[in-house]
Protein backbone atom coordinates (compact mmCIF):
# COMPACT_ATOMS: atom_id res chain seq x y z
CA UNK A 1 0.00 0.00 0.00
CA UNK A 2 1.82 3.21 -0.59
CA UNK A 3 2.05 5.29 2.10
CA UNK A 4 0.09 8.91 2.35
CA UNK A 5 -0.15 12.06 4.93
CA UNK A 6 -3.83 12.51 3.92
CA UNK A 7 -6.83 10.39 5.01
CA UNK A 8 -4.69 8.61 7.45
CA UNK A 9 -6.45 5.17 8.01
CA UNK A 10 -6.59 4.58 11.89
CA UNK A 11 -7.76 0.95 12.98
CA UNK A 12 -9.02 1.42 16.42
CA UNK A 13 -8.99 -1.89 18.69
CA UNK A 14 -11.90 -1.62 21.13
CA UNK A 15 -11.44 -3.20 24.35
CA UNK A 16 -13.16 -4.31 26.90
CA UNK A 17 -16.35 -2.97 26.21
CA UNK A 18 -17.75 -3.61 30.20
CA UNK A 19 -14.81 -0.47 30.06
CA UNK A 20 -14.95 2.99 29.11
CA UNK A 21 -13.00 1.60 25.93
CA UNK A 22 -16.08 2.19 24.00
CA UNK A 23 -17.06 5.68 25.57
CA UNK A 24 -13.67 7.80 24.86
CA UNK A 25 -13.49 6.33 21.07
CA UNK A 26 -16.92 7.55 20.66
CA UNK A 27 -16.37 10.66 22.43
CA UNK A 28 -13.14 11.17 20.59
CA UNK A 29 -15.09 11.64 17.32
CA UNK A 30 -18.39 13.56 18.85
CA UNK A 31 -16.08 16.56 17.12
CA UNK A 32 -16.29 16.28 13.31
CA UNK A 33 -13.29 17.89 12.38
CA UNK A 34 -11.11 14.92 13.42
CA UNK A 35 -12.19 13.44 10.37
CA UNK A 36 -10.41 15.88 8.70
CA UNK A 37 -6.94 14.24 9.96
CA UNK A 38 -7.75 11.01 9.66
CA UNK A 39 -10.46 8.43 8.90
CA UNK A 40 -11.36 5.77 11.51
CA UNK A 41 -11.87 2.15 10.94
CA UNK A 42 -13.27 0.79 14.45
CA UNK A 43 -12.93 -3.04 14.91
CA UNK A 44 -16.19 -4.61 16.85
CA UNK A 45 -19.78 -4.42 15.92
CA UNK A 46 -22.00 -2.00 14.26
CA UNK A 47 -25.10 -2.50 16.54
CA UNK A 48 -23.14 -3.17 19.47
CA UNK A 49 -21.70 0.36 19.11
CA UNK A 50 -24.98 2.28 18.06
CA UNK A 51 -26.13 0.63 21.12
CA UNK A 52 -23.66 1.79 23.18
CA UNK A 53 -23.15 5.56 21.57
CA UNK A 54 -27.19 5.91 22.30
CA UNK A 55 -26.98 4.71 26.41
CA UNK A 56 -24.03 6.79 26.67
CA UNK A 57 -26.00 9.55 25.01
CA UNK A 58 -23.07 10.48 22.78
CA UNK A 59 -23.97 12.52 19.58
CA UNK A 60 -22.15 10.48 16.43
CA UNK A 61 -23.03 8.85 13.22
CA UNK A 62 -21.25 5.79 12.56
CA UNK A 63 -20.66 3.48 9.28
CA UNK A 64 -21.13 -0.50 9.58
CA UNK A 65 -18.71 -2.52 7.41
CA UNK A 66 -18.13 -6.30 6.43
CA UNK A 67 -14.88 -5.59 4.44
CA UNK A 68 -12.32 -3.46 4.76
CA UNK A 69 -12.71 -2.71 1.00
CA UNK A 70 -15.85 -0.98 1.92
CA UNK A 71 -14.67 1.80 4.24
CA UNK A 72 -15.82 5.17 3.33
CA UNK A 73 -13.16 8.27 4.07
CA UNK A 74 -13.82 10.88 6.23
CA UNK A 75 -16.33 8.67 7.97
CA UNK A 76 -16.60 7.25 11.22
CA UNK A 77 -16.20 2.60 9.91
CA UNK A 78 -16.89 -0.08 12.37
CA UNK A 79 -15.87 -3.09 10.81
CA UNK A 80 -18.25 -6.26 11.81
CA UNK A 81 -15.60 -8.51 13.03
CA UNK A 82 -18.28 -10.34 14.92
CA UNK A 83 -22.12 -10.90 14.25
CA UNK A 84 -23.94 -12.11 17.40
CA UNK A 85 -24.80 -10.11 19.83
CA UNK A 86 -22.85 -9.04 23.43
CA UNK A 87 -23.67 -8.62 27.00
CA UNK A 88 -22.67 -5.73 28.48
CA UNK A 89 -22.69 -5.21 31.94
CA UNK A 90 -20.20 -2.63 32.95
CA UNK A 91 -17.87 -2.46 35.34
CA UNK A 92 -17.97 -6.52 35.68
CA UNK A 93 -14.69 -8.60 34.43
CA UNK A 94 -16.25 -11.10 32.40
CA UNK A 95 -14.20 -13.86 31.17
CA UNK A 96 -16.84 -13.68 27.58
CA UNK A 97 -16.44 -9.94 26.67
CA UNK A 98 -12.42 -10.02 26.75
CA UNK A 99 -12.91 -12.64 24.05
CA UNK A 100 -14.54 -9.94 22.11
CA UNK A 101 -11.41 -7.56 23.25
CA UNK A 102 -9.06 -9.93 21.60
CA UNK A 103 -11.10 -10.84 18.40
CA UNK A 104 -11.19 -7.00 18.26
CA UNK A 105 -7.76 -6.75 19.07
CA UNK A 106 -6.22 -9.26 16.57
CA UNK A 107 -8.25 -8.52 13.55
CA UNK A 108 -6.85 -4.90 14.22
CA UNK A 109 -3.72 -5.62 14.29
CA UNK A 110 -3.30 -8.15 11.29
CA UNK A 111 -5.08 -5.24 9.08
CA UNK A 112 -2.02 -3.24 10.55
CA UNK A 113 0.37 -6.00 9.54
CA UNK A 114 -1.49 -5.93 5.67
CA UNK A 115 -1.52 -2.77 5.20
CA UNK A 116 -4.99 -1.86 5.10
CA UNK A 117 -4.88 0.19 7.72
CA UNK A 118 -1.57 2.91 8.77
CA UNK A 119 -1.58 2.71 12.19
CA UNK A 120 -3.39 1.38 15.07
CA UNK A 121 -4.91 2.91 18.49
CA UNK A 122 -5.58 0.26 21.08
CA UNK A 123 -8.19 0.85 24.15
CA UNK A 124 -7.48 -0.53 26.91
CA UNK A 125 -8.11 -4.31 27.94
CA UNK A 126 -8.24 -6.53 31.60
CA UNK A 127 -5.42 -8.06 31.18
CA UNK A 128 -6.72 -11.01 33.09
CA UNK A 129 -10.15 -11.91 31.10
CA UNK A 130 -7.99 -11.95 27.99
CA UNK A 131 -6.22 -14.99 28.69
CA UNK A 132 -6.47 -18.31 26.60
CA UNK A 133 -4.94 -20.82 25.54
CA UNK A 134 -4.81 -18.48 21.84
CA UNK A 135 -4.04 -15.69 23.46
CA UNK A 136 -1.36 -15.81 26.22
CA UNK A 137 0.40 -12.11 26.53
CA UNK A 138 0.68 -9.94 29.13
CA UNK A 139 -0.65 -7.06 27.14
CA UNK A 140 -1.00 -5.26 23.61
CA UNK A 141 2.68 -4.78 23.53
CA UNK A 142 3.86 -8.57 23.88
CA UNK A 143 1.71 -9.80 20.89
CA UNK A 144 2.40 -6.80 18.68
CA UNK A 145 6.19 -7.45 19.39
CA UNK A 146 5.65 -11.15 18.26
CA UNK A 147 3.49 -10.06 15.11
CA UNK A 148 5.49 -7.30 13.79
CA UNK A 149 8.54 -6.78 12.60
CA UNK A 150 11.33 -4.86 15.00
CA UNK A 151 11.96 -4.48 18.82
CA UNK A 152 9.21 -2.90 20.73
CA UNK A 153 9.74 -1.15 23.93
CA UNK A 154 7.06 0.83 25.76
CA UNK A 155 7.46 4.46 25.63
CA UNK A 156 5.39 6.49 27.30
CA UNK A 157 4.93 10.36 25.82
CA UNK A 158 3.23 13.76 26.89
CA UNK A 159 4.44 17.06 25.32
CA UNK A 160 8.35 16.83 25.96
CA UNK A 161 7.97 14.01 28.86
CA UNK A 162 8.69 10.45 27.06
CA UNK A 163 9.81 7.55 28.95
CA UNK A 164 11.03 4.57 27.82
CA UNK A 165 10.83 1.31 30.16
CA UNK A 166 13.47 -1.72 30.04
CA UNK A 167 11.65 -4.19 31.45
CA UNK A 168 7.85 -4.04 31.42
CA UNK A 169 4.75 -6.28 32.66
CA UNK A 170 7.50 -8.66 34.99
CA UNK A 171 7.27 -9.29 38.63
CA UNK A 172 9.29 -6.79 40.55
CA UNK A 173 11.52 -10.12 41.75
CA UNK A 174 12.45 -11.00 38.58
CA UNK A 175 13.93 -7.21 37.36
CA UNK A 176 16.84 -7.65 38.24
CA UNK A 177 17.82 -11.05 36.45
CA UNK A 178 16.45 -9.01 33.35
CA UNK A 179 18.66 -6.11 33.37
CA UNK A 180 21.52 -7.30 30.82
CA UNK A 181 24.03 -5.36 28.61
CA UNK A 182 22.83 -6.54 25.85
CA UNK A 183 18.78 -5.50 27.02
CA UNK A 184 20.01 -2.10 27.86
CA UNK A 185 22.13 -1.41 24.30
CA UNK A 186 18.85 -2.49 22.84
CA UNK A 187 16.15 -0.69 24.40
CA UNK A 188 18.73 2.93 24.21
CA UNK A 189 19.29 2.04 20.74
CA UNK A 190 15.50 1.76 20.08
CA UNK A 191 14.83 5.10 21.91
CA UNK A 192 17.11 6.76 19.95
CA UNK A 193 15.91 5.62 16.64
CA UNK A 194 12.47 6.31 17.53
CA UNK A 195 13.65 9.89 18.83
CA UNK A 196 15.19 10.87 15.22
CA UNK A 197 12.19 9.07 13.22
CA UNK A 198 9.14 9.27 15.22
CA UNK A 199 10.14 12.70 16.63
CA UNK A 200 12.13 14.79 14.69
CA UNK A 201 14.89 14.94 17.12
CA UNK A 202 18.53 15.14 15.01
CA UNK A 203 20.63 14.56 18.01
CA UNK A 204 18.65 13.12 21.02
CA UNK A 205 19.68 13.11 24.70
CA UNK A 206 18.73 10.39 26.51
CA UNK A 207 18.99 9.77 30.39
CA UNK A 208 19.20 5.95 31.96
CA UNK A 209 17.86 5.78 35.79
CA UNK A 210 19.79 3.16 37.89
CA UNK A 211 18.01 0.28 39.20
CA UNK A 212 18.47 0.62 43.12
CA UNK A 213 18.30 3.07 45.43
CA UNK A 214 20.87 6.09 44.90
CA UNK A 215 22.11 3.79 42.00
CA UNK A 216 23.34 1.26 44.63
CA UNK A 217 25.31 4.14 46.75
CA UNK A 218 28.61 2.73 45.37
CA UNK A 219 27.54 -1.40 46.14
CA UNK A 220 25.84 -0.56 49.44
CA UNK A 221 21.99 -1.56 48.39
CA UNK A 222 23.49 -3.39 45.31
CA UNK A 223 26.05 -3.59 42.45
CA UNK A 224 24.16 -3.94 39.35
CA UNK A 225 24.07 -0.09 38.93
CA UNK A 226 28.15 0.27 38.72
CA UNK A 227 28.65 -3.60 37.27
CA UNK A 228 26.00 -3.47 34.56
CA UNK A 229 23.99 0.12 33.82
CA UNK A 230 27.34 2.39 34.27
CA UNK A 231 29.46 0.57 31.98
CA UNK A 232 26.83 0.14 29.12
CA UNK A 233 26.35 3.80 29.66
CA UNK A 234 30.04 4.88 29.41
CA UNK A 235 30.45 2.38 26.34
CA UNK A 236 27.30 3.68 24.44
CA UNK A 237 28.71 7.66 24.71
CA UNK A 238 31.92 6.86 23.73
CA UNK A 239 30.59 5.52 20.34
CA UNK A 240 28.83 8.70 19.82
CA UNK A 241 25.69 8.66 21.94
CA UNK A 242 24.14 11.07 23.98
CA UNK A 243 23.23 8.82 26.98
CA UNK A 244 23.65 9.83 30.25
CA UNK A 245 23.55 8.65 33.76
CA UNK A 246 22.45 6.37 35.83
CA UNK A 247 20.79 8.80 37.83
CA UNK A 248 18.64 7.44 40.88
CA UNK A 249 15.06 8.07 40.33
CA UNK A 250 13.96 9.90 42.77
CA UNK A 251 15.61 12.92 42.63
CA UNK A 252 15.68 12.90 38.87
CA UNK A 253 11.91 13.37 39.23
CA UNK A 254 11.88 15.34 42.05
CA UNK A 255 14.31 18.48 40.85
CA UNK A 256 12.71 18.66 37.05
CA UNK A 257 16.19 16.82 35.86
CA UNK A 258 14.30 15.06 33.43
CA UNK A 259 13.18 18.53 31.55
CA UNK A 260 16.86 18.27 30.44
CA UNK A 261 16.42 15.23 27.88
CA UNK A 262 14.56 14.19 25.16
CA UNK A 263 13.91 10.82 26.98
CA UNK A 264 14.74 8.49 30.02
CA UNK A 265 14.87 4.99 30.10
CA UNK A 266 13.69 2.88 33.61
CA UNK A 267 14.08 -0.05 34.97
CA UNK A 268 11.07 -1.29 35.23
CA UNK A 269 7.36 -0.82 34.96
CA UNK A 270 6.54 1.72 38.07
CA UNK A 271 9.78 3.33 38.00
CA UNK A 272 8.58 5.21 34.92
CA UNK A 273 5.21 4.87 35.19
CA UNK A 274 4.50 6.44 38.93
CA UNK A 275 6.18 9.76 38.07
CA UNK A 276 5.17 9.83 34.12
CA UNK A 277 1.41 9.63 35.35
CA UNK A 278 2.00 12.34 38.06
CA UNK A 279 3.04 14.86 35.57
CA UNK A 280 0.91 13.85 32.39
CA UNK A 281 -2.24 14.01 34.30
CA UNK A 282 -4.18 12.01 32.46
CA UNK A 283 -3.00 12.93 29.01
CA UNK A 284 -0.30 10.43 28.25
CA UNK A 285 0.33 8.27 25.74
CA UNK A 286 1.61 4.81 25.71
CA UNK A 287 3.46 4.45 22.28
CA UNK A 288 5.15 1.35 21.09
CA UNK A 289 8.66 2.09 19.49
CA UNK A 290 10.69 0.32 18.08
CA UNK A 291 8.38 -1.91 15.36
CA UNK A 292 7.84 -1.05 11.66
CA UNK A 293 4.49 -0.42 12.58
CA UNK A 294 2.78 2.54 14.45
CA UNK A 295 0.73 1.83 17.61
CA UNK A 296 -0.32 4.01 20.47
CA UNK A 297 -3.13 3.92 23.31
CA UNK A 298 -4.38 6.01 25.98
CA UNK A 299 -2.41 5.91 29.59
CA UNK A 300 -5.10 4.70 31.34
CA UNK A 301 -6.82 1.34 31.79
CA UNK A 302 -10.31 0.14 32.07
CA UNK A 303 -11.66 2.06 34.65
CA UNK A 304 -14.71 -0.25 35.73
CA UNK A 305 -15.60 2.67 38.29
CA UNK A 306 -16.75 4.79 36.37
CA UNK A 307 -17.68 2.71 32.95
CA UNK A 308 -21.33 3.16 31.89
CA UNK A 309 -21.83 6.51 33.79
CA UNK A 310 -20.85 8.74 30.73
CA UNK A 311 -18.58 10.72 32.87
CA UNK A 312 -14.80 9.04 31.47
CA UNK A 313 -12.30 11.61 30.27
CA UNK A 314 -11.58 10.81 26.45
CA UNK A 315 -8.66 13.64 25.99
CA UNK A 316 -5.66 10.49 26.67
CA UNK A 317 -7.20 8.53 24.18
CA UNK A 318 -7.68 11.91 21.67
CA UNK A 319 -4.25 12.59 22.48
CA UNK A 320 -2.90 9.03 21.31
CA UNK A 321 -5.04 9.21 18.01
CA UNK A 322 -3.33 12.57 17.44
CA UNK A 323 0.19 10.76 18.16
CA UNK A 324 -0.33 8.19 16.44
CA UNK A 325 -0.76 10.53 13.08
CA UNK A 326 2.55 12.75 13.90
CA UNK A 327 4.44 9.48 14.46
CA UNK A 328 3.04 8.41 10.90
CA UNK A 329 3.69 11.78 9.13
CA UNK A 330 7.41 12.19 10.72
CA UNK A 331 8.40 8.50 9.48
CA UNK A 332 7.54 9.02 6.45
CA UNK A 333 9.33 12.32 6.17
CA UNK A 334 13.05 10.93 7.76
CA UNK A 335 12.42 7.72 5.35
CA UNK A 336 12.17 10.52 2.68
CA UNK A 337 15.33 12.55 4.13
CA UNK A 338 17.88 9.64 4.91
CA UNK A 339 17.06 8.37 1.32
CA UNK A 340 17.78 11.07 0.00
CA UNK A 341 20.98 11.46 1.76
CA UNK A 342 21.72 7.88 0.66
CA UNK A 343 21.23 9.18 -2.83
CA UNK A 344 23.61 11.85 -2.56
CA UNK A 345 26.06 9.46 -1.02
CA UNK A 346 25.95 7.29 -3.92
CA UNK A 347 26.09 9.97 -6.62
CA UNK A 348 29.44 11.18 -4.82
Known amino acids: MVKRTENIIVGISVGDLNGIGSEVILKSFEDNRMLEFCTPVIFANAKLLSYLKKSLDININIHGIDKLDQLVLNKVNVLNVWKEGVNIDFGVVDDNVGKYAIKSFRAATEALADGFVDVLVTAP ?9 EFSFPGHTDYLNEQLSGDALMFMVHDNLRVGLATDHLPLQEVSS ?10 IHTIFESLKADFKI ?13 CGDGGVIGDED ?21 YSADGFF ?29 NGVNFTAGLNKIRTSPDHGTAFG ?34 NQLQVQKEQ
Do not use: C, W
Request: hydrophobic letters at 35%; glycine letters at 8%; a neutral charge.
Open 202 to 214: NMPKIAVLGLNPH
Open 306 to 339: IAGKGIADSSSFTAALYLSLDVYRNRIEYEELTK
Open 254 to 282: GNSEYENYDAVLAMYHDQGLIPFKTLSFG
Open 178 to 187: HITPELLKSK
Open 125 to 133: INKYNIQSE
Open 226 to 246: DKIIRPVIQELFGSGYKVFGP
